[in-house]
Structure formats: C-alpha cells, structure tokens
C-alpha cells in the first residue's frame, strides 16, 4: 500500500502528461510503419504539385500533444490522406480553402481550421516578404504544441516546414519528405517498459541507481 503513496506525484505527473499527449501511439509494427509512409508520399506529392501550381496550403501533422481544440475550429472530415483529397480541399476560392487541414497519423480529421498566430517577430526579420498570415500560423501551431507544419506560398510557391518555433524554408519535395520522415521516425525501444519509463522517468532513475 506504500508505493500508491510514494509514487502519488509522479503518478499525477504522468497523467498530466498523457493527458496533454492525448492517445498513445500504435506500437510501430511493420504495417504501420508502411502505413504512415505511404502517408508521407501522398503529402509530399500534393505539396509538390501545389507548389507548381502556386496554389497556398497549410497542412499541420499532430505529434503527440493533442489538437483537438484547433480541429473543433474547422470542418471534421475524417478520410484517409490522399494526394488528390488535399488537391482538392487547397484549390482556389474552394470553401475549405482557407484555414489549416490537421492529419493525425493516415487521417486528414479536419480542414479549414484555426491556427494561432506567431508573435515571435522571426518573420518580420526574414528579408523574404514573401511570407504572410500562412507562414504565421505555422510558426504559432509549432510554437503551441509538438506540431510540424507545411506550409505552400501562394505567391511563389516555396514550401517551408515548421516545429518547435522554427522555419525550414525552401525545401524541395525530396528535402521535405526526408525532414517528415526524421521527425515522424518511431525510436525503436527493445524493452517492453520503454512506454512507462517515458511517463515514469523518476520512478525507473531511482530504481536503476538502487540496483547498481
């Protein structure tokens, strides 16, 4: 009955935690692995092509922390990733054209939606002005949460990533799959308490100092 007692803050600390994160990831099996890969491919083929076209997107990809609140803001959808779909929902003066699309593993859950804007000022320092409110609000989404966000100028085309606050721009399709790739990439954890060190990193550092 001791440990319940002890253990009660990191508990409660880990909850939070799981909380923030929303669900936990699948196990990254070999046909999820291939799944989500197929995912990146669909993505960077519609970014290319709307590149080309000079057609502006804004597609942010959920990490761990939950975007839930963002996806209430837009119109739920729910259909698997395809390169046409997001054709389609980023083609001019379309209802769903404005706004974010947000994709949680192989799912486009919803588009048209709200994101916060960046005030850091890294933009108005840019001496590229070709960079407006798109550029912003994936600044402001990678700033709020564990997001990437690709963005498409509409008025050159460029395609720029964003996390944790920072702007990768003027990628090439290659250059941009290898940057999802790197930052989607499942760490690979032989021992089966991988998942409850992640959330209980006090309680395992103590019991490994105890056992050496």
């Known amino acids: 009955m001791a440990i319940p007692v002890i253990f009660a803050p990191e508990i409660r600390r880990a909850l939070e935690r799981i909380g923030r994160a929303g669900a936990l990831w699948p196990a990254a099996t070999k046909s999820v692995t291939q799944e989500f890969e197929q995912t990146v491919r669909a993505i960077v083929s519609a970014v290319a092509r709307l590149s080309a076209r000079q057609h502006g997107a804004l597609i942010v990809m959920q990490k761990l922390d939950s975007l839930d609140a963002y996806m209430e803001s837009g119109v739920q959808m729910n259909a698997r990733v395809t390169p046409e779909l997001l054709l389609q929902v980023f083609y001019p003066n ?115 100092t105890k056992e050496e």
């Open 94 to 208: 379309t209802p769903l054209h404005d706004g974010a699309v947000i994709i949680v593993g192989t799912q486009l859950v919803a588009a048209a939606c709200v994101m916060p804007l960046s005030a850091s000022g890294i933009l108005n320092r840019s001496p590229d002005r070709q960079m407006g409110l798109r550029h912003r609000a994936a600044l402001g989404i990678s700033e709020a949460s564990d997001a990437v966000a690709i963005v498409v100028s509409e008025d050159s085309g460029a395609i720029s990533i964003a996390h944790s606050g920072r702007m990768i721009r003027r990628l090439d399709p290659e250059r941009l799959e290898n940057v999802l790739v790197a930052f989607f990439r499942p760490t690979n954890e032989p021992r089966k308490s991988f998942i409850w060190e992640r959330f209980f990193p006090y309680w395992f550092t103590h019991k490994e």
